[in-house]
């Protein structure tokens, strides 16, 4: 099976870029599809954006198309959340996934423990 440890929260101001890491221990990380969510309090967990096992297609949520950008590592066994453009409206916890390439956390198996983000205005 698949471990995850996201990395690299913290907080920023509005408008500041932050990058999130998620690195994997165990075998295979290569062989799954991988993704971002995030969840604010009070609300559901929500797609942020995907990626193929090879990293040849990626989604994005349309809240985050254009100021955000999955992008991985298989040789380091690790997957990147880039963030461009924070908005306060991004502050939530994130949480990377490994199974499937889809947008809903139905279509993953493993999950990390969870990083926080949080945007001042």
């Known amino acids: 099976q698949v471990q995850l440890v996201e990395s690299g929260g913290g907080l920023v101001q509005a408008g500041a870029s932050l990058r999130l890491s998620c690195a994997a221990s165990?075998?295979?990380?290569?062989?799954?599809?991988l993704g971002w969510f995030r969840q604010a309090p009070g609300k559901e967990r929500e797609f942020v954006a995907a990626?193929?096992?090879?990293?040849?297609?990626?989604g994005y949520a349309d809240s985050v198309k254009g100021r955000f950008t999955i992008s991985r590592v298989n040789a380091k066994n690790t997957v990147y959340l880039h963030m461009n453009s924070l908005k306060p409206d991004d502050t939530a916890v994130y949480y990377c996934?490994?199974?499937?390439?889809?947008?809903?956390?139905?279509?993953?198996?493993?999950w990390g423990q969870g990083i926080q983000v949080t945007v001042s205005s």
């Open positions: 996934a490994a199974g499937g390439y889809g947008w809903t956390v139905y279509d993953y198996r493993y």
């Open positions: 165990g075998r295979s990380f290569s062989s799954y599809g």
């Open positions: 990626i193929s096992w090879n990293g040849a297609a990626t």
